[in-house]
């Protein structure tokens, strides 16, 4: 008598990390591609006094920085320091 190989429980099935396709594999590219179209993250070291942090911001003006410079984290910075100065020029 053969046992069976008992079916996967459907509740435990992780749809998220499911494994990839045929049609998935086909369409993967190496990293020197994926670069070569879209470019290596520039990641410029921190000066002193700046700390590297984590933030959400709101999509809308994520995308606005975005297409106003290539170096858009550095705007934003920029960005915040003038409102600061001005805060504190006020107060």
Partial sequence: M????????????DEDNRPLT????????????????FGRFKDAPASAGQSQVTLRIDNDVLAYFETQSEDWPA???????SLVR???KAS
């Fill in 2 to 13: 053969a046992s069976e190989t008992p079916k996967p429980d459907p509740y435990l099935i």
């Fill in 22 to 37: 045929d049609e998935e594999i086909a369409g993967l590219v190496s990293a020197d591609e994926f670069f070569a179209k």
């Fill in 75 to 81: 705007r934003i910075n920029e960005e915040l320091a």
């Fill in 86 to 88: 001005e805060r504190k």
